[in-house]
C-alpha cells in the first residue's frame, strides 16, 4: 500500500501497482454538509422509515463528519446519508400514470443522484459509535435497481466496505441478487480490529472489472470476484438504530440523561486508476 497526500488532511492509504486520481471526495470541511454531494436516506422499501432522519449530521469545523443518534417520539433515530437512491426505497406516486394502472407501476419518482461511479479505489477514514449494540454504522455501495435483473453484472450488488455491529469488530463483502429469494453473498468476513492511536480506520474497496478487494488499515481482508457489478453504483454512509426491522425500536429511558452516540467520519474519497478499466 502507498501513501495519498491530500493537502491539509490525512492521506489516503491505496494498493500498490496503480497510479491514482483522485475523482470525487469530500473533506468535510466547514460546518454544514454539503448538500450538492449529499442526500438523505429517509425511506426503506417504499415508505419513510421511522428509524431514520435527517437530524443529528453535525459538521465539527476540524474535517469530520457527526452522524449522532438522536430522539424522537421517545426513541432512538439516527440519520442516512446517500449520493442516490434505490427505486424500491422510494414511496409510490400520488399521481396516476398514463394508463390508469397505479395499481400496477406506483412507483414514485427517483431522484436524479448527486454522484454515482463505476470501479475505483473507494475508501473512508472512521471511528465509531461507542454503543454499537444500539446504532451500527457502515461504508458502503449499492445499485438503484439491486436484484432487478438475473445477472448482477448488469443491475449492480451491495458492497459493503465496513458495517460494525460490534464494538472491536466489523464485517465486510457483498450482496448480489438482490433481498428476495435470490439474496446470497460473496466474500463476506468478520474480523476484529486493530487498535489505532486516535481511534480512526481507514476502509476502502478496489473495485474493478474482474474483483472487488477490500481492505482494513491498509491489510486486505476479503475479495470477491464471482458477480463484479459493471454498472455505476452511489455511495452511503449510514447509521442504523437497531430494532426497527423486528419492531422493537429503543426507546429513550425515562428518567435518564440523553446518551449521546456518533459515528464520525474524516473523509469519503474515491480514486480512478490512471491507465483507465477495460470493462468486461
Not at 44 to 61: C, I
Amino acid at each position: 500500500m502507498k501513501s495519498f497526500a491530500v493537502d491539509g488532511h490525512q492521506p489516503s492509504i491505496l494498493p500498490d501497482g496503480h497510479e491514482w486520481e483522485l475523482v470525487w471526495h469530500d473533506e468535510f470541511d466547514g460546518t454544514e454538509l454539503d448538500g450538492t454531494k449529499w442526500d438523505f436516506r429517509l425511506n426503506f422499501w417504499g415508505k419513510p422509515f421511522d428509524a431514520y432522519t435527517d437530524q443529528g449530521v453535525v459538521l465539527d469545523g476540524n474535517g469530520c463528519v457527526e452522524l449522532h443518534r438522536t430522539e424522537r417520539n421517545g426513541f432512538y433515530v439516527s440519520p442516512q446519508l446517500q449520493t442516490g437512491s434505490n427505486s424500491f426505497d422510494i414511496p409510490k406516486s400520488e399521481r396516476v400514470n398514463p394508463w390508469d394502472q397505479n395499481d400496477l407501476w406506483p412507483l414514485g419518482k427517483l431522484p436524479e443522484p448527486k454522484f454515482m461511479h463505476r470501479y475505483g479505489y473507494y475508501e473512508c477514514r472512521c471511528k465509531f459509535q461507542r454503543q454499537p449494540q444500539v446504532m451500527w454504522s457502515a461504508f458502503w455501495t449499492q445499485s438503484p435497481s439491486i436484484g432487478a435483473a438475473y445477472n448482477p453484472a448488469y443491475c449492480g450488488v451491495e458492497s459493503d466496505i465496513m458495517e460494525c455491529f460490534k464494538t472491536g469488530n466489523v464485517t465486510t463483502g457483498n450482496i448480489m441478487g438482490g433481498y428476495g429469494s435470490q439474496f446470497r453473498e460473496e466474500g463476506r468476513v468478520r474480523y476484529a480490529l486493530k487498535d489505532t492511536p486516535d481511534g480512526f480506520h481507514r476502509f476502502g474497496m478496489d473495485w474493478s472489472p474482474e474483483q472487488y478487494v477490500f481492505y482494513c488499515d491498509g491489510r486486505e481482508v476479503s475479495r470477491a470476484s464471482k458477480d463484479v457489478s459493471q454498472v455505476p453504483q452511489f455511495i452511503l454512509l449510514t447509521t442504523e438504530v437497531q430494532g426497527y426491522r423486528s419492531d422493537k425500536p429503543v426507546p429513550v429511558p425515562r428518567g435518564e440523561p440523553f446518551t449521546d452516540d456518533a459515528f464520525v467520519v474524516d473523509y469519503v474519497r474515491v480514486f480512478d486508476r490512471a491507465e483507465g478499466y477495460t470493462p468486461r
